[in-house]
């Protein structure tokens, strides 16, 4: 069997080198002889966190990362599905761990049906609206932000396997949303997947002298795949249309649960034996997007709806925030889970958790606020 653990020793040992220390890196707190992350509680008016927000993102290269927790409760969160196949897998219970994924996935498309059939119910509809702000956004302050030495795009890297982010995009049609496939001219409306095109940028020119404007532009990295993949042959080709789904005498019959999954292009350890070759490089290339995104000179990350459980991810993290000029900006959903991240970071000197009041929370509508309050003229909004 080949072995697949240089992957990602490769792209951990790429992102080591440190690079001039600038303003961009926050004070720690000492607890223990350790250097750990600090734990900003958010004021009542979200002040606080504005400015916060406002700094990094006027001055620095734009990155969020979107787990499970930005989707529920449309979809339920995601807990570490990886970690319970790869223990299915481990007790040799293969069909057990064919299953399980079965399952998640299921659930997942139940949901994007309800979208793309207009059904969508009321947590459905808050979440592709939550999405649709955020990106929206993202878009103006992009257009607005002060810096123009600055390139007018920011990443979204995120976990997530579901389209809730490319279907909120239709809805706002300015937004230019690039999730990485070249949508040239095709006959055959394969779109292949191109991680060259997350190094595009876009340009207008004036019509009288014609000056060029940069376009504000999302780029969209799904680390770990999404239901709109499909393969043919070596290639990746974006495909939204849903899988049919078994039936229930389909499901008793493993070997037709295997060749369902086998459609779906997924990082998740029970598929990676249907596309081992084709998945490791991609795979790659996609963590070394992440690696190189954190590398730039005054990048900043902001995570939310993500726990970190992902052991390879939070590696990768670790390593990136070696660069001193890296930040690291975690938004805890409540103030219990804020002393978890600053555990899992607690030799990271350039991280920041922020956390909501004991009892109260900040969810996907909070999040926005305080984006939106960046903006010129809603200060007020947060």
């Known amino acids: 069997m080949r072995e697949r653990l240089p992957l990602t020793t490769g792209v951990l040992t790429s992102i080591s ?16 002889g350790d250097l750990m992350a600090e734990i900003i509680e958010l004021a009542a008016d979200g002040e606080n966190a504005s400015k916060i927000f406002e700094s990094y993102i006027q001055s620095g290269n734009i990155n969020f990362l979107i787990g499970s927790g930005a989707s529920f409760p449309a979809i339920a969160t995601a807990g570490n599905i990886e970690a319970e196949i790869d223990e299915l897998l481990l007790a040799n219970n293969e069909s057990g ?15 994007h049906g309800k979208v793309s059939a207009a059904e969508a119910d009321e947590s459905v509809y ?6 649709r702000i955020f990106l929206s956004t993202i878009d103006r302050i992009l257009f607005t932000r002060k810096n123009i030495l600055l390139p007018r795009h920011a990443t979204v890297f ?5 389209m809730f982010l490319e279907h909120a995009s239709s809805l706002v049609p300015g937004v230019i949303l690039n999730d990485g496939f070249d949508r040239s001219s095709s006959l ?50 974006f495909d939204p249309a849903a899988i049919p789904k078994l039936t229930d005498e389909e499901k008793a019959d493993i ?19 249907f596309h081992a070759t084709l998945m490791e490089r991609v795979y790659y290339d996609l963590l070394r997007l992440f690696s190189k995104a ?12 993500f726990s970190f459980a992902d052991e390879h991810i939070l590696d990768l993290t670790r390593r990136a925030l070696r660069n001193p000029t890296s930040q690291l900006v975690i938004v805890s959903y409540n103030h219990a889970s804020a002393a978890a991240f600053q555990t899992k970071f607690s030799k990271q000197r350039n991280v920041m958790v922020l956390a909501p009041a004991a009892g109260a929370t900040i969810d996907f ?8 309050s960046i903006l010129p003229g809603q200060a007020n909004a947060a």
């Not at 509508?365 to 939106?372: D, G, I, T």
Request: charged share 20%; proline share 3%; with cysteine.
């Open 365 to 372: 509508e909070r999040l926005n606020k305080l984006l939106v």
């Open 17 to 32: 080198r440190l690079i001039h220390c600038t303003d961009l890196s926050i004070k720690a707190v000492e607890a223990g």
């Open 255 to 273: 070997a037709q649960v295997n060749a369902y999954l086998a459609k779906h292009f997924l990082i998740l350890p029970n598929l990676r034996k």
């Open 294 to 305: 954190m590398d730039q000179e005054n990048s900043v990350l902001i995570a939310f709806g």
């Open 97 to 111: 761990a064919s299953l399980r994924c079965l399952e998640f996935l299921e659930q997942i498309d139940t949901v």
């Open 126 to 131: 808050n979440v592709v609206a939550n999405y």
């Open 158 to 162: 995120t976990t997530n396997y579901d």
């Open 188 to 237: 055959s409306h394969e779109f292949m997947f191109t991680p060259e095109r997350f190094f595009d940028r876009t340009y207008r020119s004036g019509p009288i002298y014609g000056h060029q404007i940069e376009i504000p532009t999302i780029n969209l990295i799904k680390l770990h795949g999404s239901l709109s993949w499909r393969r043919i042959t070596d290639s990746i080709v």
